[in-house]
């Protein structure tokens, strides 16, 4: 088989449709008669409800209906648990799932609690400036120190406290190891990591057709299939009643693989209520208190080494901000929690954290889903340790990483997908090594900066190390078939958003089918085309979703050959496919076109041999035993003026390793973007709330996303490990751009301010924090 | 605030008359009224650029105007930068060969904000570039591809 496009970096397909505004995104779904709502949310982080009225507003023209908690009577129930607590013994789990509409007391700012739809949004928005709702304040829970405190208010009453879980998880004996050490080092750390401002707010728009007894549903989602069973389940349809259609989505990174939001419950149900299509767009202040945040952890972490550097153990104790209600589960502090070990081989960890139930946003995650929290932790600790040994920081993280012949390498501890974290495979002292000399480490440290200090100029450097648990089960499925046509249709369950699947799916088939890749049209996020899946989460579409494209599309290429070999009667080994032909080695122009063998693999009059199935068609599902781990190396130099703490990045390098890699410039377009997000949650991006609860950045004037002119230009490199855990030898690639930002951001921070000598043990930094760390003395 | 206003507004070459309420939003109005989906709402407060169209000649961000103002002007919307998917435009053509768009939903912003950029500035450094681009917000890309593209679109341009 001859590979063209795997591994090439070819332009991609869904661009043209893009570019001339052709695409369609949920918004732009426009039907007849169709009914549009507008959501009155709550202004108060704490409060009970004491009544509402909506009398005035159903008097409006235009209002068609008005829906409290009260009146959607059976169909109120609090969501559905999305990912239960893993199996670690003696966890601690409170489940309190978010509802349609609050009822009795809302819980954070922006949980909604009037539904008004109308004949246009102008109006529905109007109608919410006639509800009253009577509320009585009560105090918020905002600090998750002191939401642990006893007397502090409670956010769910009957629980008895804030506790929303604990968890515990042990490698060998952390207490035995310290007692050996030569030093211990211990701190506390503080990371908030922020909200995914997709530039595409969230939307859904819902028909429902009585006679047919059919609803269709647009929703911005990543995972499409998980929707239609859910809610189909909710309205008590059979799935088969149900279709889910995740368009064109304009970025995802995680909160829109949350489900199911309230919105999403509430849409398709008043469709059918009202016998109208209803749509539901979210405004970009909604987008900030509805849709679903990350947010910040406190670490006191401990690290016990020998005196030439070995780390003998790791002890790291956390608390864990969840938000209003925790219907993902533990997913992020676990995240936390499993990538903090990072690349290194590490004997000893005792890890223990608290989620604590907090009047905010709910916390699910957001590319990168709590790793760079544990990475952070790790990556100052190590520098802390370097400085205190003196010795450099990166001989320790060298002398700390896991020996190529150590994998699979097991960690001993449980992870999302609830097997043991065990990495597939790695090599990291290539990718250092190749980071270090992209940067220019040795010319920067022995020669530029002492240079540029003495000429007065603050320049430090960061060199980062990470792991990434990457492309999780439990599943996909992909159907591939040849058309009559010649053409190739592909369809998957995952959602895309932006990630270049319609390109490097149809990469992995060209190859296969020996067609132009431009012949290959995959659909993705229809559950009309596929019925299985789980969703784009994880970085996961490629590895997964891409395994069983290839396993189909091979199934399908020794269909084409089985029936070509009958047909020419020529031996299968004597054949192969370039160029749409199934043709002959070495005389081509004995050959037959797939479009003729598809045509022929479907008779319509005469007998076949038995367990014939019709078409060049084959469905294959791929489920890897575990996750694929990828890693990498960060590496930036940057300029901070003292006098005003701006910092300026001057330089960035990340060496990756995800594996085998099907189209590099989707992957290094990947990368840049994640590290521009990981700039943004350095520097420049920022969740405030006051003591009230209200958050104080609800708008992109306040909430500031990175811009040309804020992110530098970005040198990217690959380094190799193929995964064992899948056909494609494929790592995800989604997330690591985001991950170790921060922590190389900081540590070069530090390194340019080493004169003031200040430890920074807190991201995101800003001008102004910047400022007050080097004045706190 | 829902006093209505017979307005004619020419868009890509083709003059409609609507009669819309004045507080109507001229990217509501594109969008919803005429069709034109194109134009994308991203933040609907003037920082993201997502719903930036020409209107008469200048890029301006739709969702900062009224459909009212457009009375009598000519706007040009992405649909408008090529006549259809296998004829693009060379900034559309920069863009596709160098990955400057991963979800698509900014893109039409930058493209209209770029084809004046360019056609008054052919040959732009890269500062001039991001500066250009630095009132246009990509959560996907990182900017380094629309630079690149940028860069490419200008050759392409200038010959
Ligand atoms: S939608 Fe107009 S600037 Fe963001
Ligand atoms: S490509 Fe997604 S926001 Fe720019």
């Excluded at chain 1, 409290?68 to 199996?87: I, M, N, Q, S």
């Excluded at chain 1, 592909?490 to 089918?513: E, N």
């Excluded at chain 1, 003026?641 to 377009?669: F, Q, R, S, W």
């Amino acid at each position: 088989m001859a590979v063209r496009y795997f591994g090439a970096k070819i332009k991609r397909n869904e661009d043209p449709t893009l570019l001339t505004g052709r695409a369609l995104f949920t918004d732009d779904v426009d039907l007849p008669g169709m009914l549009h709502v507008a959501f009155l949310r709550s202004d108060y982080a704490h409060a009970r409800i004491r009544s509402i009225d909506v009398s005035q507003a159903l008097k409006r023209p235009g209002v068609v209906a008005v829906y409290t908690a009260e009146d959607l009577g059976d169909y109120w129930r609090p969501g559905p648990l999305l990912v239960p607590p893993p199996p670690v013994e003696g966890i601690v789990f409170n489940q309190r799932t978010q509802v349609p509409l609050a009822k009795d007391k809302v819980r954070f700012v922006g949980e909604p609690v009037v539904m008004v739809v109308a004949e246009s949004r102008y109006i529905a928005e109007d109608a919410l400036e006639d509800i009253f709702v009577d509320y009585e304040p009560l105090e918020p829970v905002v600090d998750i120190e002191k939401a642990l405190e006893p007397g502090a208010p409670l956010v769910h009453e009957d629980v008895g406290s804030n506790v929303a879980a604990h968890v515990v998880q042990r490698k060998g004996d952390y207490e035995a190891a310290k007692a050996e050490a030569d030093v211990v080092i211990s701190r506390r750390f503080f990371y908030d990591h922020g909200l995914a401002a997709a530039m595409e707010n969230r939307g859904y728009v819902a028909h429902w057709d009585p006679k047919a007894q059919f609803l269709t549903i647009w929703d911005t989602t990543q995972a499409p299939v998980v929707i239609r069973n859910g809610i189909a389940a909710m309205l008590g349809l059979s799935e088969s009643q149900v279709r889910v259609i995740a368009p064109f989505i304009g970025g995802g990174f995680g909160p829109k693989i949350m489900m199911f939001y309230q919105e999403e419950v509430l849409i398709p149900w008043v469709a059918m209520q009202l016998n109208r299509p209803v749509k539901w767009i979210e405004d970009r202040r909604e987008n900030f208190v509805a849709t679903t945040q990350e947010r910040y952890q406190i670490h006191k972490a401990e690290i016990a080494l020998t005196k030439d550097g070995r780390i003998l153990g790791v002890k790291d104790v956390f608390l864990h901000d969840t938000g209003a209600y925790d219907p993902y589960g533990l997913t992020v502090p676990i995240n936390s929690q499993c990538t903090l070990l990072g690349p290194y081989d590490i004997p000893n960890y005792y890890s223990e954290f608290t989620a604590v139930f907090t009047n905010k946003t709910i916390v699910t995650p957001y590319r990168g889903a709590g790793r760079q929290h544990g990475v952070f932790v790790m990556e100052r600790l190590l520098d802390i340790a370097a400085k205190e040994l003196g010795i450099d920081r990166t001989e320790i993280r060298r002398k700390n990483f896991i020996p190529p012949d150590k994998f699979p390498y097991n960690n001993e501890i449980i992870y999302q997908d609830f097997a043991p974290l065990v990495y597939d495979s790695g090599n990291y002292e290539p990718a250092l090594d190749k980071a270090l000399e992209l940067i220019g480490y040795e010319k920067f440290i022995k020669e530029e900066q002492p240079k540029l200090r003495a000429q007065g100029k603050h320049v430090g450097i960061g060199v980062v190390c990470y792991v990434e648990g990457t492309g999780i089960g439990p599943y996909e499925g992909a159907r591939v078939r040849v058309e009559a046509s010649g053409k190739v249709s592909v369809a998957t369950g995952v959602g895309t958003q932006g990630q270049g699947h319609f390109t490097s799916f149809a990469q992995i088939v060209a190859d296969q089918l020996g067609v132009d890749v431009r012949d290959v049209h995959i659909v993705t996020g229809d559950t009309a085309q596929f019925h299985w899946g789980t969703g784009t989460f994880a970085s996961r579409g490629a590895v997964v979703a891409g395994s069983a494209i290839y396993e189909a599309a091979k199934k399908v290429r020794e269909k084409a050959l089985k029936l070509a070999s009958e047909i020419l009667e020529v031996a299968e080994e004597d054949l192969e496919l370039v160029d749409g032909y199934v043709r002959v080695k070495g005389a081509p122009e004995a050959k037959i076109s797939l479009g003729e063998l598809a045509v022929r693999s479907n008779p319509l009059r005469g007998a076949v041999k038995p367990g014939t199935e019709p078409g060049l068609e084959a469905t294959m599902y791929f489920g890897p035993e575990r996750g694929a781990t990828a890693s990498g190396t960060h590496a930036c130099i940057v300029e901070v003026d003292p006098e005003t703490c701006m910092a300026k990045i001057l330089k960035y390098v990340v060496v990756h390793d995800c594996g085998k890699v099907i189209n590099p410039l989707i992957v290094e377009g990947q990368i840049h973007g994640g590290v521009a997000q990981g700039i943004g949650n350095a520097f420049y991006e920022q969740i405030v709330y006051n003591e009230d609860g209200q958050l104080l950045t609800a708008s992109f004037m306040d909430y500031l996303i990175p811009t040309a002119m804020e992110v530098p230009p970005i040198v990217t490199d690959h380094v190799e490990t193929p995964s064992p855990l899948n056909p494609l030898g494929t790592k995800g690639a989604g997330e690591a751009g985001a991950i170790p930002t921060a922590a190389a951001f900081v540590q070069a921070v530090e390194d340019a301010l080493s004169d003031y000598n200040i430890e920074i043990l807190e991201a995101p930094l800003s001008p102004n924090r910047l400022y007050e760390l080097l004045h706190k003395k | 605030m829902t006093d209505l206003h017979t307005i004619r507004v020419t868009v890509n070459g083709t003059t409609y008359e609507r009669t819309v309420e004045a507080r109507m939003l001229l990217s509501d109005f594109i969008r919803h009224e005429l069709g034109l989906t194109g134009t994308h709402v991203g933040c609907e407060h003037g920082v993201c650029g997502a719903c930036t169209v020409l209107f008469d000649g200048q890029p301006v961000r739709s969702c900062l105007m009224f459909a009212v103002q457009a009375d009598g002007h000519e706007i040009m919307t992405v649909e408008g930068l090529a006549p259809d998917p296998d004829h693009l435009h060379p900034l559309q053509e920069a863009f596709w060969e160098a990955h400057g768009l991963q979800c698509g939903f900014c893109t039409p912003g930058f493209l209209m904000t770029l084809k004046p950029f360019l056609e008054e500035n052919p040959n732009p450094t890269e500062e001039e570039i991001r500066l250009a681009i630095s009132g246009n917000l990509c959560r996907c890309t990182g900017y380094q591809h629309i630079i690149e593209a940028v860069k490419l679109a200008a050759e392409k341009m200038r010959k």
